[in-house]
Nanobody, 125 residues
């Protein structure tokens, strides 16, 4: 069974930082691209970033590229999303995703096959 478990969310003050983790099991992690999305209340799901299999290329949506850093540890089968200088607008449920050969469609949710349950990030002003 494929499982993606996002964690690391919580309540944080504006200006703070969080590192989200995505633990993956049930698939050959090294061969899968990993993506991060979020969905804020009343808004559509937004693609944020992804890290490719193999050489670990990264991509960021323009809206987050100055504050977000994506990475992966293939040995641990965990991907990370570091978020700095948090803003109340970052309040959302953050999801990690996995699939193969989707890097060039990084921020398009319909290209990703496996989804985790998400972790809630709440940023207070």
């Amino acid at each position: 069974e494929v499982q993606l478990q996002a964690s690391g969310g919580g309540l944080v003050q504006a200006g703070g930082s969080l590192r989200l983790s995505c633990a993956v099991s049930g698939l050959p992690f090294d061969d899968y691209d990993i993506g991060w999305f979020r969905q804020a209340p009343g808004k559509e799901r937004e693609g944020l970033s992804c890290v490719s299999s193999g050489e670990g290329r990264t991509f960021y949506a323009d809206s987050v590229k100055d504050r977000f850093t994506v990475s992966r540890d293939n040995a641990k089968q965990i991907a990370y999303l570091q978020i700095n200088n948090l803003d109340p607008e970052d309040t959302a449920i953050y999801y990690c995703t996995a699939d193969t050969l989707v890097f060039r469609h990084c921020v398009k949710a319909n290209y990703w096959g496996y989804w985790g349950r998400g972790t809630l990030v709440t940023v207070s002003s």
